[in-house]
């Protein structure tokens, strides 16, 4: 079953600090892995999306890998704002044009 | 751009009563997804089309669900009647399905309250 697995549920961390979430996938044929990051009361946004081929890709201070052999990936977030406060999606595609499967999410918490 | 185009922002309705959410994907996208999101099973996929047909309905929850897309710019998910287990927010997404899924693109979503 195509399943997309991300921990930890939530998180909390202080302001300027780093943090790591992970997404574990069984999701086959794999086309592309995506993090989105939804604020409260907003739907979803798209930070990054990675092909098979890609290892790595950076959006300001969000930095995303892949291992298409263990198929895991990470969302490494730098130097946290309050404003990263939010969901956290890791999301997958199983082959071009069919819909996506979602993770339940990591809610991050940055405080002062 | 304009983004995908949900309303309303909001719906309080009681039980029993019709309700109709409505979208408008992004101009030139050919692939319109419905969600539907709770905080216990996270996001899940209701419906999708691809140029205007219905290519998998497996996720509408049962025979009150049903979804339209008359056209390549309006989408509409009807619920009737009702329930308080409705309640939730509803997400609404299109893409360039061609262009495997690139663009794909959410709506701000309905919050919708069945009491």
């Known amino acids: 079953k195509n399943q997309v697995e991300q921990s930890p549920q939530s998180l909390i961390i202080l302001e300027g600090k780093n943090c790591t979430l992970q997404c574990n996938y069984t999701v086959s044929p794999f086309s592309n892995l995506r993090w989105y990051k939804q604020d409260t009361g907003r739907g979803p946004v798209s930070l990054t999306i990675m092909t098979f081929s890609e290892n790595t890709k950076s959006n300001g201070r969000y930095t995303a890998t892949l291992d298409a052999d263990t198929k895991q990936s990470s969302l490494h977030i730098t130097a946290s704002q309050l404003s990263d406060s939010a969901s956290y999606i890791c999301v997958v595609s199983s082959q071009a044009g069919t819909a996506l499967i979602f993770g339940k999410g990591t809610t991050l918490s940055v405080s002062s | 751009d304009a983004g995908v185009i949900q309303s309303p922002r909001h719906e309080v309705t009681e039980m029993g009563q019709e309700v109709t959410l409505r979208c408008k994907p992004i101009?030139?996208?050919?692939?319109l997804f419905w969600y539907r999101q709770t905080m216990m099973r996270g996001l899940e996929l209701l419906i999708y089309?691809?140029?205007?047909?219905?290519?998998?309905d497996s996720g509408m929850p049962e025979d009150r669900f049903s979804a339209k897309m008359p056209n390549a710019s309006f989408s509409t998910l009807k619920i009737q009647p009702s329930e308080p287990r409705d309640s939730a927010v509803y997400f609404c997404a299109s893409s360039l399905r061609d262009t495997d899924n690139y663009g794909y693109t959410f709506g701000s979503g309905t919050r919708l309250t069945v009491v």
């Open positions: 089309f691809n140029n205007n047909v219905p290519i998998d």
């Open positions: 101009s030139g996208h050919n692939s």
